[in-house]
């Protein structure tokens, strides 16, 4: 069954209440990533039945965020070094063609919004000092945005269904501090600025290196890690 985009997510059963939660806490790392899925436990936690919670799970797994393995079991999905770079390529090339479509397809007044968006990102005091660019789900996210913006309903949904969740927990678990802050600000604007010239190949192009940069980084705290 095709999911609703990320914050038209009806809630309406309590099914979709736990994919809603275990969803959020799975991004943000409150249920630890690689961690393995106790059912009885996590069905009590959220006071659903186990068939409840297992219909959460098959929406999780649908979107990369659990796995099952046999002889293992479900788990969290983990972060590692070889998967981001799986799924950053694809990201690379799916969000280049959204910018390039979203130069040709977005209202002046998406535009005009997407500026106020990043204008709001810049008067946050972790952006302004350069300590960290924490971006919200949804409508308050500079790539949603954009992606919506292509007005292509496939590439929306295989990159705000399918793969949406997956990248976020890259970006907020190993997201962006120190330099790289101001950096990313300004490719953000320079994406904007050619989108409103309807300038599609540079639209394309400067998401691209934007990602690659974004991929750098993660990288680099990965590399990082193993060497301690």
């Given at each position: 069954?095709?999911?609703?985009?990320?914050?038209?997510?009806?809630?309406?059963?309590?099914s979709d209440?736990?994919f809603v939660?275990m969803?959020?806490?799975i991004?943000?790392?409150?249920i630890e990533?690689?961690?393995?899925i106790?059912?009885?436990?996590?069905?009590?936690?959220?006071?659903?039945?186990?068939a409840?919670?297992?219909?959460?799970?098959n929406r999780?797994?649908?979107c990369y965020l659990?796995?099952?393995k046999?002889?293992?079991g479900?788990?969290?999905v983990?972060?590692t070094?070889?998967?981001?770079i799986?799924?950053?390529?694809?990201r690379?090339?799916?969000?280049g063609?959204?910018c390039?479509l979203a130069?040709?397809n977005?209202?002046?007044?998406?535009v005009?919004g997407?500026?106020?968006l990043?204008?709001q990102?810049?008067?946050?005091q972790?952006?302004?000092?350069?300590?960290?660019?924490y971006q919200e789900?949804g409508?308050?996210d500079?790539?949603?945005?954009?992606?919506?913006?292509?007005?292509?309903?496939h590439?929306i949904?295989?990159?705000?269904?399918e793969?949406?969740?997956?990248i976020?927990?890259?970006?907020?678990q190993?997201?962006?501090?120190g330099?790289?802050?101001?950096?990313?600000?300004?490719e953000?604007l320079a994406?904007?600025n050619?989108?409103?010239?309807?300038?599609?190949e540079?639209?394309?192009m400067?998401?691209k290196?934007?990602?690659s940069?974004?991929?750098?980084?993660?990288?680099t705290?990965?590399d990082?890690?193993?060497?301690?």
């Amino acid at each position: 069954m095709t999911q609703p985009f990320l914050n038209d997510t009806p809630i309406t059963t309590a099914s979709d209440q736990v994919f809603v939660d275990m969803r959020r806490e799975i991004v943000e790392g409150s249920i630890e990533q690689g961690s393995k899925i106790s059912e009885p436990e996590l069905a009590k936690r959220y006071g659903v039945s186990r068939a409840t919670l297992r219909e959460a799970l098959n929406r999780l797994e649908s979107c990369y965020l659990v796995e099952r393995k046999a002889n293992v079991g479900c788990r969290v999905v983990a972060l590692t070094a070889e998967r981001l770079i799986e799924v950053y390529q694809v990201r690379s090339s799916l969000e280049g063609l959204a910018c390039r479509l979203a130069a040709d397809n977005m209202e002046p007044e998406e535009v005009k919004g997407l500026k106020q968006l990043l204008n709001q990102h810049l008067q946050t005091q972790r952006v302004k000092e350069g300590e960290s660019y924490y971006q919200e789900a949804g409508d308050l996210d500079f790539h949603y945005r954009i992606i919506k913006g292509s007005k292509n309903a496939h590439l929306i949904h295989l990159l705000c269904n399918e793969l949406y969740q997956l990248i976020r927990m890259y970006r907020v678990q190993m997201g962006m501090v120190g330099p790289r802050v101001s950096k990313a600000f300004d490719e953000h604007l320079a994406i904007i600025n050619a989108i409103e010239n309807h300038d599609g190949e540079l639209a394309e192009m400067l998401m691209k290196r934007h990602i690659s940069a974004s991929q750098a980084n993660i990288q680099t705290k990965f590399d990082v890690y193993q060497s301690i």
